[in-house]
């Protein structure tokens, strides 16, 4: 049987990760307000489970991170959200057509990236999100996916390395079709 957590416990466990936390909602969500909700939304749900998982045995800035990006990640499709919206007209006409220009070139190449990610190996892909996204060292990922680093570090090169040459056939195609 698992000891119930003390509130000072928790505190002591879980509240220095807030920063990063709110980091990896709001890199998802793209909305403070919406990141600080989803933070919020874990830590009730964490100290909801005080007495079902025994945090003192797992890595719980790995743990919480996969927890508050699956979060984000159900509250973006409950929400329809999409990735795929440009800027707004009112938004386009502050700025000038080379801003714009720039700003959709961004979008389109990280919409591009989102979509290269998906298309990874599914273990490819947790590792370089887990990398990337949430900022876990090796060494968490590894404990949080059950895997050694050597096995985390080859899955993390071969993603980058399956990325950069999709990007590069991308780019040097748009050049040529220019």
């Keep these: 049987m698992i000891d119930k957590m003390s509130v000072a416990e928790f505190q ?6 807030r920063s990063h936390l709110y ?8 909305s403070s307000d919406d990141a600080l909700d989803a933070v919020q939304d874990l830590y009730v749900k964490l100290w909801q489970m005080r007495d079902k998982v025994d945090f003192h045995a797992v890595n719980v800035k ?7 990006r699956n979060a ?13 919206s440009v800027p707004s ?5 502050l700025m000038s057509d080379e801003d714009v220009g720039r700003a959709t070139e961004a979008k389109d190449m990280a ?4 979509r290269l990610l998906t298309a990874l190996p599914d273990r490819q892909r947790e590792v370089m999100e887990l990398r990337a ?18 096995n985390v570090r080859v899955l993390l090169s071969r993603a980058r390395r399956s990325l950069r040459d999709q990007i ?11």
Aim: include cysteine.
């Design 23 to 30: 980091a990896v909602a709001y890199g998802i969500l793209g």
């Design 62 to 68: 790995a743990y919480s991170a996969v927890m508050i």
């Design 89 to 93: 007209e009112a938004h386009n006409q």
């Design 133 to 150: 996204i949430d900022g876990l060292e090796l060494k968490e990922i590894a404990e949080c996916l059950g895997m050694t680093e050597v």
């Design 12 to 17: 002591e466990m879980f509240m220095p990760l």
């Design 168 to 178: 590069e056939n991308i780019i040097s195609y748009e050049r040529k079709s220019k």
């Design 72 to 84: 984000c990640y159900d509250r973006f499709r409950r929400s329809r959200l999409s990735y795929d």
């Design 111 to 114: 919409l591009i990236v989102k």
